[in-house]
């Protein structure tokens, strides 16, 4: 389980990537096929081209982390992986969860809620 804070970001690399790649490589696709910064404390995503592996790197405020999920049977949802102009995609931290717990994101439908604008938060005193 996976516990993380409301601010982290969580991306998506949409291309399949080597699953021997560890740290090095992977940040390294996060700087220069992303065009991130590894050590943003942000979530990176990996999957492999049969989308039956998945890799998780972080920074972890000393270090990083990798968290590492193989299938057994099945695959990922492999709608988030199209790949768009950027080559990345975004995810909350809903749909993390239901992506690990093998949900397709594309044929679930997410209802209205209301979200506070950052004009309205900073209107309200602290």
């Given at each position: ?61 000393d ?5 590492y ?39 679930t ?18």
């Amino acid at each position: 389980m996976l516990s993380l804070n409301t601010k982290v970001r969580i991306f998506v690399c949409t291309e399949p990537t080597d699953m021997r790649k560890s740290f090095n490589g992977l940040s390294a696709i996060v700087s220069h096929t992303l065009g991130g910064d590894p050590f943003s404390g942000h979530l990176f995503l990996f999957t492999n081209k049969r989308r039956n592996l998945l890799k998780l790197l972080f920074w972890d405020s000393d270090g990083f982390a990798i968290w590492y999920k193989r299938l057994e049977q099945g695959t990922f949802s492999s709608s988030i992986f199209e790949t768009n102009s950027s080559g990345q995609v975004e995810l909350t931290q809903t749909q993390l969860a239901m992506l690990l717990g093998g949900v397709d994101l594309v044929q679930t439908k997410k209802r209205k809620r209301f979200q506070l604008s950052k004009k309205d938060s900073e209107k309200i005193p602290s």
